[in-house]
């Protein structure tokens, strides 16, 4: 009658007894011995380690000898009985002084307690993150695989005796226990829900060096499984690992390792708790009022040229707020250093990377925009807003078809009168050729581009002056349009006036993409 309790409480059944008995004598631990016994509650692993081993040894106990009288809270005797019942000369060669189980190496042993939850949580408290949930990793070293595999075949010999079925897939992964026993500790003290899916990452892992070279006997086995990898120390990754023993006999196994594996002097080392939230992307547009200011930092043979840049300008508040390691940022096209940007602006987004603070409300936002705007008169900022990874794409999406107006100071050679100019009013959907400019030809492949220039109209200055404005398919050379880049653009506006010209200043007035939303004041 106490046993029915007991299956109750670790849900084990009849079929596991056997099962159970096996694993204790081969020096698993208790969470190992429920994991191979597929107990899917999450709360068997929660209890303490003394708990659960009293009840195993009471539930293995109750069979040997089911006329005794068994109380629970006598261990030492239950525990050399269970011992004696060892018998096999495999086993009892396998015996060492350590207690540490010999499939997870401690993990589910000594790292499931509030200690070690407490361990976790103050480093994750140090780096003084604001979020409301947590989710957890654990990284394990790839051997943990070698002798889950050794363990699996151990016991499949004493199910297939019972003819019962067990698959090894049905087996609990020790990640997942691990996670089931100590996950509700670490939320607990941090204050935060510890969910399957959360912007930020916790991370845990274990290395064990006296067994690292378990796995090297699969590189005979299986060589096309292990290929040298950039940025891994060893080639013996737990991927490659795990496929290794997919592809490995029983037999062959079991010629190479022991079943069930050693057990080893020490137990696995916790790496240091590391944490990483989800980049938050913000958008808005930018207007560019300088000519001497680089959208991004202009850095020629290492050396810099010009100091800031747009995006450092709207970096910088955006950084020291979210409390972010840096950032990425990208826009729907871009202005040349002495091309100022009018108008509504130009869309961008800014990924901020690793934000200690992600949560903003408008209000907030809007501050954190007075702030850039405040911070330089070479730039401002509007329709500022925290958008989400793939809203970005918008901003990139048929930006080729899309429409841009330029303004800018024109120059000619010969002198010129009003009407000189207007029969460019009158010019529709002019096809033009782009061979790459000069210019980027460093940076950009040589091609040659077809572009449209919808419209033109002409403001007369003086009698070698005018202002040009523009209305272009996005992606369109203006200065190149203008001055002809020793004829690599055709036709060009040298060309269409029959006289040398150039471009004094360029203003962008108008980036037609409806993106990000506006945003009202
Ligand atoms: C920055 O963005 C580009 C394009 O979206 C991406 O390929 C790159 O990996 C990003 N860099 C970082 C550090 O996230
Ligand atoms: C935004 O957050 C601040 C605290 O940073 C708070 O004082 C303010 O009331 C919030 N505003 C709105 C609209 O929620
Ligand atoms: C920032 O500047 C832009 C453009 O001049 C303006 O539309 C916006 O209202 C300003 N925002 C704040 C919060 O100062
Ligand atoms: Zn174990």
Redesign the pocket.
């Given at each position: 009658m106490l046993y029915v309790i007991l299956l109750s409480m670790l849900s084990l059944k009849e079929k596991d007894r056997p099962v159970v008995r096996k694993l204790l004598c081969a020096g698993c631990c208790v969470r190992c011995v429920l994991r191979f016994c597929c107990v899917g509650i999450s709360s068997a692993y929660r209890r303490s380690y003394q708990d659960i081993h009293k009840e195993l040894l009471a539930f293995v106990i109750e069979e040997n000898s089911p006329s005794d009288d068994v109380k629970t809270d006598e261990p030492p005797n239950k525990r050399i009985r269970v011992e004696e019942d060892c018998v096999t000369p495999a086993e009892t060669e396998t015996e060492t002084d350590s207690d540490i189980c010999p499939v997870c190496l401690g993990v589910l042993q000594d790292f499931c307690d509030s200690t070690f939850a407490k361990q976790v949580s103050d480093a994750v408290k140090k780096q003084q993150y604001e979020f409301d949930s947590l989710v957890l990793t654990v990284s394990l070293p790839a051997q943990l695989s070698v002798r889950e595999h050794s363990c699996w075949l151990h016991v499949k010999k004493e199910v297939r005796e019972k003819s019962m079925c067990l698959g090894k897939d049905d087996v609990i992964q020790v990640k997942d226990a691990f996670k089931w026993a100590v996950q509700g500790k670490i939320g607990q003290e941090l204050g935060a829900a510890v969910l399957a899916n959360s912007p930020c990452e916790v991370s845990v892992g274990f290395v064990h060096p006296e067994t690292e070279e378990d796995c090297h006997f699969l590189a005979n086995t299986c060589p096309g499984c292990f290929k040298p990898t950039k940025n891994k120390a060893s080639i013996f990754t737990r991927m490659a690992v795990v496929k290794a023993l997919e592809k490995i006999s029983d037999e062959k196994f079991s010629k190479h390792y022991p079943c069930p594996p050693k057990k080893p002097n020490t137990g696995c080392t916790a790496l240091d708790t590391t944490c990483l939230h989800t980049s938050v992307f913000i958008a808005g547009r930018y207007n560019k009022f300088s000519r001497e200011l680089p959208q991004t930092p202009w850095v020629i043979d290492g050396e810099r040229r010009m100091d800031g840049s747009v995006e450092e300008l709207i970096a910088a508040p955006l950084l020291s707020s979210f409390r972010a390691d840096g950032f990425?940022f990208?826009s729907s096209g871009r202005e040349d250093v002495d091309v100022r940007t009018l108008g509504n602006g130009r869309p961008f987004a800014l990924?901020l990377?690793n934000p200690h603070r992600s949560k903003f409300n408008r209000t907030e936002i809007k501050q954190l925009q007075e702030t850039i705007n405040q911070s330089s008169d070479k730039i401002s900022v509007r329709y500022l807003q925290i958008v989400t990874r793939e809203a970005t794409s918008r901003m990139k999406e048929g930006e080729e078809e899309k429409t841009k107006t330029y303004s800018a100071l024109i120059w000619t050679q010969k002198a010129i009168e009003d009407t000189d100019l207007e029969f460019l009013g009158n010019i529709k959907d002019l096809k033009i050729a782009q061979k790459t400019p000069l210019r980027v030809l460093h940076r950009r492949p040589l091609a040659v581009r077809q572009r449209l220039i919808h419209s033109m109209s002409a403001v007369y200055l003086d009698t070698h002056h005018f202002t040009l404005k523009l209305c272009t398919q996005a992606g369109t050379y203006i200065k190149e349009f203008v001055h002809g880049d020793f004829g690599r653009t055709k036709p060009n506006l040298c060309d269409l006036m029959k006289t040398e010209a150039d471009i004094l200043e360029l203003d962008v007035e108008s980036v037609d993409i409806d993106w990000p939303p506006a945003i009202p004041d």
């Open positions: 990425n990208s990924e990377l």
